[in-house]
Structures are given as C-alpha cells and as structure tokens.
C-alpha cells in the first residue's frame, strides 16, 4: 500500500516539476531570458537547491523503511524457524513418550 502511494506521490510530484519548468521557461521568453531580477533568479536556484535536498531526504526515508522491512522479514523468518523447531522438538518427545509407553 505504501509502495503505491508513494509512486503516485512520485508521479504527481514529476508532473508538477515539469510544469513549473514550462512555466519557468514561458516566463524566460517574455522577459528575453536574461531581464530577471537578481531576487526572482535567486529563489529559483534556491527552490531547485530545496527540490534537491527534498529528493535527498525522500531517498534516506525510502531506504530507512526498505531497512525497516528487511529486518521485519528476518524476524519473521526467525520466528517462524523457533516455531518449526519447537515443533520438531515436541514430535520427536512424543515419539520417544510413546516408545517408552509401549515397552
């Protein structure tokens, strides 16, 4: 469920960057690329900066949570592996209780 939305999320997110990059490049043809203010220039290498450290984060959070599942899976596993063995265990103590029963 989570892989799901967070492609949707990755999707939605991909859609909107391209359109803020049109809008971006509409905006640099009706001003000639070049008449932008020293401020407007600035917030957009600082939005691309905080696109980028957003990328970053979403990247360590992804591998945080690929980690989380990787150790829920081995504790299963090792559940699962006690409990086959404590099986195998009372098995074998019942056949050994029921060859003692029949000498």
């Known amino acids: 469920r989570y892989e799901y939305?967070?492609?949707?999320?990755q999707d939605l997110l991909q859609?909107?960057?391209?359109?803020?990059?049109?809008?971006?490049?509409?905006?640099?043809k009706?001003?000639?690329?070049?008449?932008?203010t020293r401020n407007e220039s600035v917030g957009?290498?600082?939005?691309?900066?905080?696109?980028?450290?957003?990328?970053?984060?979403?990247?360590?959070?992804?591998?945080q949570i690929e980690a989380?599942?990787?150790?829920?899976?081995?504790?299963i596993e090792a559940m699962l592996l006690k409990q086959f063995m404590a099986n195998e265990y009372d098995a074998l103590a019942e056949e050994k209780e029921a060859r003692k029963r029949e000498r």
């Open 68 to 75: 989380m599942k990787n150790k829920q899976k081995d504790d």
């Open 30 to 36: 009706k001003t000639g690329g070049f008449e932008v």
């Open 15 to 28: 859609i909107a960057r391209k359109e803020y990059a049109a809008v971006c490049r509409k905006e640099a």
């Open 5 to 9: 939305f967070e492609n949707r999320r």
């Open 44 to 63: 957009t290498v600082e939005s691309l900066d905080m696109a980028k450290e957003e990328e970053k984060i979403l990247e360590q959070y992804r591998k």
